[in-house]
């Protein structure tokens, strides 16, 4: 495949023709923000927002995900435009984010500190008053519990639990504030068919799907 070069943050890079930008940044140990893309996954999800960057001769900033690399490009995913509509995004994901990192399993290994610190913005947000949902939490699964109030809708769990699963249990359900990731008629996660591969659980970003004490998932 024809390699094309660009330049990021005014650093010179090559990637494979037609790669999205994230993956050419990423590979090429330059972080952007994200929660939502999958890089098995053929079109991406383009659901977070978060990956913004702009891009020289371009009026507006675009999502790094769904914009393909090309010769001579020159990209700064630092930019004014960019990090603000990052922040705003971010922000807005917070709010409805149930933020107890000292308890969470997930803390030090969490997308959602990562991202904070890349953006240079608080995890709990000044501006927006916490909306947070009070979901039961999910311990049903001898293997893992599920924390919806931890959960920030990114699809990575639903698209890996299809994937291994050959149509798999979990999906979305409802809209707007309500919307969230659960089985077949907002069942608990045990009574379903899992499989305990243990996809889902690897695949989130956040604390929303954690291992319990010493469960191993079938290899």
């Avoid at 140990?29 to 890089?39: K, W």
């Avoid at 891009?55 to 630092?78: D, F, L």
């Avoid at 990090?83 to 995004?89: P, T």
Wanted: aromatic share 6%; with cysteine.
């Amino acid at each position: 495949m024809k390699n094309v070069t660009l330049t990021i943050n005014g650093k010179k890079i090559t990637a494979p023709a037609g790669q999205k930008l994230l993956w050419a940044a990423l590979d090429n140990g330059i972080y952007i923000p994200n929660l939502c893309a999958m890089r098995d996954k053929e079109e991406p999800e383009a659901a977070c927002r978060l990956c913004w960057v702009e891009i020289e001769g371009r009026k507006n900033p675009v999502t790094a995900c769904t914009e393909p690399v090309a010769e001579g490009m020159t990209v700064n995913t630092r930019g004014e435009k960019a990090v603000e509509l990052a922040r705003a995004g971010f922000e807005l994901l917070m709010a409805s984010h149930a933020l107890d990192c000292a308890q969470c399993n997930a803390n030090g290994n969490c997308e959602l500190q990562k991202i904070a610190k890349a953006l240079g913005c608080p995890l709990k947000p000044k501006r927006l008053r916490p909306l947070t949902r009070g979901l039961p939490v999910d311990e049903s699964n001898p293997l893992f519990t599920y924390n919806p109030n931890k959960c920030v809708l990114c699809g990575r769990c639903v698209w890996v639990c299809r994937k291994h699963d050959n149509g798999g249990i979990l999906g979305f359900a409802h809209r707007g504030f309500e919307r969230r990731v659960t089985t077949f008629g907002d069942e608990p996660v045990g009574k379903n068919r899992c499989m305990d591969c243990g996809a889902c659980v690897r695949a989130c970003p956040t604390g929303a799907l954690v291992l319990k004490d010493g469960s191993k998932f079938r290899s």
